[in-house]
């Protein structure tokens, strides 16, 4: 490898520079605001890919130190995508969400495959996150078929690519929608205004320092607190959803908290006023940060 491993933190507070307008309220939760939301996602992800692969060409990822076949997997993942778009339109019809205008942050192809890492993993938990909100079948089993091609790319992403971890433990980690959107919203400049609001809300940033905590560290926690509910004795936790596991660290009053010491490959973590878990935005108090905590073939994990 002629190329360092690139981690890339995305958090709610690194992309709030361009985050879009606040929306008035969330959509309900229907199957028809979830496929809005879901296609709102996919027009995002294959943007991304059709931008990027139009910027890099085959010599320029062999310049950047690749093996010849990962830019054509990149181009199997646009196609992927484009597929993913056409699908979702065509089961909205009349009421599809239309694309964005984006502004997505890498600055070259090692920044590139860290963005693609973390759009494939906020991909895959969001379906998984949104099927317990589900009614149809239908829907729910092709939620299920994307959530996978999504959770298999970032898989590739992340071992072929990268050369770390192919999984991020025994289990994928679900995120809910608001979550998923103080993740993925930093990247959308403008939207037609007849695009449909989407069953989401918007939270303020969140920014930790180091933004790359280190497990058993302490990692101080800020954002934006002003008008955020609070719970009755006014504690906060951090959140950690690794797995299908919270991890719950209490924010002490200088904003400090101590990272746990058993998170493996990509964490995502938001501060929350209570430690519940739910399977709703609820308890949230601010955005989440995408973390990564890679681990090796060699790194014992715990019976
Ligand atoms: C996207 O940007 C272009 C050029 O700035 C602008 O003309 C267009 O209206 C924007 N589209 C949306 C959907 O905001
Ligand atoms: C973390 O911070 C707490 C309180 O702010 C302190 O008591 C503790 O020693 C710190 N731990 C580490 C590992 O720095
Ligand atoms: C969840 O994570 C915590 C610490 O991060 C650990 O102590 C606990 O055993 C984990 N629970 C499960 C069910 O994996
Ligand atoms: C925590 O949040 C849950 C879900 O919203 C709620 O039912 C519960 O009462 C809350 N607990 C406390 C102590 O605030
Ligand atoms: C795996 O990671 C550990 C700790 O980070 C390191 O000591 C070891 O050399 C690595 N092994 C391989 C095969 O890269």
Request: hydrophobic share 40%; proline share 6%.
């Amino acid at each position: 490898m002629l190329f360092p491993t690139v981690l890339l933190v995305i958090s709610s507070a690194w992309l709030a520079a361009a985050a879009p307008a606040r929306r008035s309220a969330p959509a309900a939760v229907t199957d028809t605001s979830i496929l809005q939301y879901a296609l709102t996602l996919e027009h995002l992800e294959h943007t991304f890919y059709v931008q990027g692969l139009e910027q890099y060409d085959a010599q320029a990822f062999c310049d950047a130190g690749y093996e010849p076949s990962v830019r054509g997997r990149f181009a199997q993942i646009r196609e992927n995508e484009r597929a993913h778009v056409e699908f979702l339109t065509s089961q909205l019809g009349a009421d599809a969400t239309a694309p964005c205008n984006y502004s997505f942050p890498y600055t070259d192809i090692p920044s590139f495959v860290a963005v693609s890492q973390t759009l494939e993993e906020v991909g895959a938990a969001a379906y998984m996150g949104a099927a317990i909100s589900v009614e149809s079948r239908d829907v729910l089993s092709a939620a299920l078929a994307i959530s996978h091609t999504e959770a298999r790319q970032a898989g590739w992403v992340s071992s072929a690519v990268q050369k770390e971890q192919p999984w991020d433990g025994d289990y994928e980690t679900p995120l809910y929608f608001s979550g998923v959107w103080s993740l993925a919203s930093g990247f959308i400049t403008s939207c037609p205004a007849t695009n449909p609001d989407l069953p989401v809300q918007t939270f303020p940033a969140l920014t930790l320092t180091p933004a790359m905590p280190v497990m058993g560290q302490n990692v101080s926690v800020s954002y934006n607190s002003t008008g955020a509910p609070i719970s009755a004795d006014g504690e906060t936790w951090l959140a950690w959803y690794h797995n299908m596991n919270t991890t719950f660290t209490a924010i002490g009053a200088d904003g400090v908290t101590t990272v746990p010491d058993d998170l493996r490959g990509t964490v995502f973590a938001g501060v929350v006023s209570n430690t519940t878990v739910t399977r709703d935005d609820a308890t949230m108090l601010s955005g989440l940060a995408a973390l990564s905590f890679p681990y090796n073939s060699s790194t014992v994990v715990d019976a």
